[in-house]
């Protein structure tokens, strides 16, 4: 079975300062990891996604992603955030092969402060 | 892109009452759907995977007398609370699969708020 771990609950920074929301998982097998942004009241939209190939990620809205197998991580990264970017963040993994539902971690609160 | 829309956005209902949500795809046919309730400030649950013209899967724990789920084309799942109470309250989340298995597009969500 698989998991995923968001580690932090929220994550406080200050506007055009560089954040970083950590992600780890557990799986058996390979995996497809995910990275989706939702802003208040509204649905998930997908920020960027690993299936394969190349390890770093790039995605919507500047953001971009790590995979590292050997420490069993998708670290989200931005090097410049705004206030829009204020939002709840969840990663997600799903097994190549399997159902392909992803597990969702419990969400990170990132919030822009001006 | 793929567009998945829900309707209605918020509802508010009588205890006991029951209420239908839509979810449709818009620009393509999904012959999956997946249902999920989120709890405020946590993350998604997944209730069950609703597939085309057969009946739905529920995710262990959830009452499918209770959340009644009908996919009755390839661009419509319906969610049909039943005789709701109030701790049905919650957000409520459809998702659609698109060609490639491991893509999941992600509907508005309806607030649903049972008094």
């Known amino acids: 079975a698989q998991s995923v771990t968001q580690l932090d609950s929220q994550v406080p920074v200050f506007e055009e300062a560089p954040v970083e929301l950590r992600c780890n998982y557990s799986s058996s097998v390979s995996v497809y990891l995910f990275w989706y942004v939702q802003y208040p009241n509204q649905g998930l939209q997908l920020l960027l996604k690993?299936?394969?190939?190349?390890?770093l990620v790039k995605g919507i809205n500047g953001f971009e992603a790590e995979f590292n197998k050997s420490q069993t991580s998708f670290h989200l990264r931005k090097p410049s955030v705004h206030i829009s970017d204020t939002a709840e963040y969840f990663c997600a993994v799903s097994e190549p092969g399997g159902s392909y539902i992803p597990t969702f971690g419990r969400g990170t609160s990132l919030i822009v402060h001006p | 892109g793929a567009v998945v829309s829900q309707h209605p956005s918020r509802v508010i209902c009588k205890s006991g009452t029951s209420v239908k949500i839509e979810c449709r795809s818009l620009?393509?046919?999904?012959?999956?759907m997946f249902w999920y309730r989120q709890f405020p400030k946590q993350s998604l649950m997944l209730m069950a995977t609703s597939n085309e013209g057969s009946k739905a899967t529920y995710e262990q724990g959830v009452e499918k007398d209770k959340f009644l789920i009908n996919h009755a084309s390839l661009t419509l799942s319906t969610l049909t609370v039943t005789s709701a109470h109030p701790e049905d309250s919650s957000f409520y989340i459809c998702s659609a699969q698109g060609q490639e298995v491991n893509e999941q597009y992600f509907g508005p969500g309806t607030r649903l708020t049972v008094t």
């Open positions: 620009d393509f046919q999904a012959t999956t």
């Open positions: 690993y299936l394969s190939g190349s390890t």
